[in-house]
């Protein structure tokens, strides 16, 4: 299955400023899925991730929030801007592998304070 | 629409108890369900999975039966370990519709204790 790298793991960031999740895939996937799991809370979908077109947002999320890049098809950014401390949060890119299984990143702890 | 309705925690075993997490699903199409761990301080992993109806999924001594009757999908394991601490997830992923991704379940919690 896909391996992937995600950074950073963990950030601390001021209000009103913004912060770019990379995820890295070691090989060419079509999708990638971009999660948010709020504190204590199951995995929320935030946006599909295809290349060479604009990501589609799940209802609650929006670009000029969640500004999301794919640039190719092993790699995928995710922005999240003008934080609040309601986005504290851990964010987590996902694909889809061989046989129905996902894999996922490591995650982005961030707080905002 | 697609959820998974999954059995609310906090769970706290002894070690060596027996681990039973429900978990139900609401599906238009066939989907695939999954069980997912996620390790303090760490992101989730894949325990095991199901692709169709009567499938067993079973890894580490976890096992989760694919029952289609019931639109189950119930975590168990024998005898659980202080090492099986975790949050676990229960999820479905709908594939005849054209939609890739994952619906989660609230997840449980799970401590075992020595």
């Known amino acids: 299955s896909a391996v992937i790298s995600q950074k950073p793991s963990r950030d601390i960031c001021q209000r009103g400023t913004s912060l770019t999740i990379q995820c890295q895939v070691d090989?060419?996937?079509?999708?990638m899925f971009w999660y948010r799991q709020q504190p204590g809370q199951s995995l929320t979908l935030i946006a599909t991730?295809?290349?060479?077109?604009?990501?589609?947002?799940e209802s609650g999320f929006v670009i000029d929030k969640f500004p999301i890049s794919r640039p190719n098809l092993t790699f995928s950014t995710l922005t999240v801007s003008n934080m609040s401390p309601e986005d504290s949060s851990i964010y987590l890119c996902?694909?889809?592998?061989?046989?129905?299984?996902?894999?996922f990143g490591s995650g982005t702890r961030l707080t905002v304070v | 629409g697609d959820s998974v309705t999954q059995m609310e925690g906090p769970v706290t075993l002894s070690e060596e108890a027996f681990l039973t997490i429900n978990c139900t699903y609401t599906?238009?199409?066939?989907?695939?369900l999954f069980w997912y761990v996620q390790y303090p301080g760490e992101g989730l992993q894949l325990l095991l999975k199901?692709?169709?109806?009567?499938d067993k999924g079973s890894n580490k001594g976890f096992e989760a039966t694919y029952r289609k009757e019931t639109t189950s999908f119930h975590l168990e394991k024998g005898s659980v370990q202080v090492s099986d601490s975790a949050v676990y997830f229960c999820?479905?992923?709908?594939?005849?519709?054209?939609?890739?991704?994952?619906?989660f379940g609230t997840g449980t919690r799970l401590t075992v204790i020595p």
């Open positions: 991730a295809n290349q060479g077109s604009e990501a589609t947002y």
């Open positions: 996902s694909v889809e592998g061989t046989n129905y299984g996902y894999t």
């Open positions: 090989s060419q996937v079509t999708m």
């Open positions: 599906a238009t199409g066939y989907p695939s």
């Open positions: 999820a479905l992923s709908e594939r005849l519709t054209g939609a890739n991704n994952l619906f």
């Open positions: 199901a692709t169709k109806a009567d």
